[in-house]
């Protein structure tokens, strides 16, 4: 069973070298796809010399969003062959060597399962008018499986950054999937890294309005 890790880059250079070196010498999947969102920093130069072996680089001439990079990830996962896709941002340390094995095993497990490190259930943007909190799994590591994708589908495009965790978790859940969290699982989040190239206030409320929206839930102020 092919693993695929797929990982949507926009600058943030740094982050990125780090988390690729380590992988690559240390973890390495099967397949490691990386999506460029139009970076302007040393990340296509990078990039460009890991194009190679094991390592597939899509390159978008501007940023398309979290949703739609990873979506050509996936897609582009699938057509290799694999069978268990990791979606991974690059704003992330590898603490343990087992972290891919221990998704893999979860997925082997239960393949009806969307695995992460951690089950949010209020990060004070999710709480509904009538008090209740919408539980998902962080989005910064997700894996799935191959089914998952036929039976779920890809992440909603709608949602420019953030949300879509919440959106596809939702969707997940729906459809009978369980959302399994390994709280040990060894990697750390930096956090907030792309949101700093962005307007993450301005995002987030857009986003926040969209799974309003699409879901017919009304949220609680968000000061």
């Not at 729906?174 to 709280?183: C, S, T």
Request: charge should be negative; hydrophobic fraction near 40%.
């Amino acid at each position: 069973m092919k693993v695929a890790v797929i990982t949507p880059c926009f600058n943030n250079f740094k982050f990125t070298e780090q988390l690729f070196n380590v992988m690559l010498e240390f973890t390495p999947p099967d397949w490691l796809v990386v999506v460029d969102n139009g970076s302007k920093d040393a990340t296509p130069s990078y990039l460009e010399a890991l194009d190679s072996g094991k390592v597939s680089v899509i390159t978008n001439s501007e940023n398309v969003g979290f949703g739609r990079a990873v979506n050509q990830g996936i897609e582009r996962a699938l057509e290799l062959g694999c069978d268990t896709l990791v979606c991974l941002n690059n704003d992330v340390r590898i603490l343990g060597l087992d972290w891919l094995y221990e998704i893999k095993v979860a997925l082997q497990e239960n393949p009806k399962r969307l695995v992460g490190r951690e089950l949010i259930v209020n990060n004070g943007w999710t709480e509904l008018i009538d008090g209740e909190c919408i539980p998902y799994l962080g989005g910064w590591v997700l894996g799935f499986t191959r089914q998952f994708v036929q039976d779920v589908g890809v992440f909603d495009p709608r949602f420019f950054a953030y949300f879509d965790d919440v959106d596809i978790a939702k969707r997940a859940k729906d459809a009978g999937y369980a959302l399994h969290a390994i709280p040990s699982l060894g990697l750390y989040h930096f956090g907030g890294i792309t949101g700093r190239l962005i307007s993450f206030e301005a995002v987030c409320r857009e986003s926040r309005r969209k799974y309003a929206e699409k879901w017919g839930v009304e949220f609680m102020d968000k000061d």
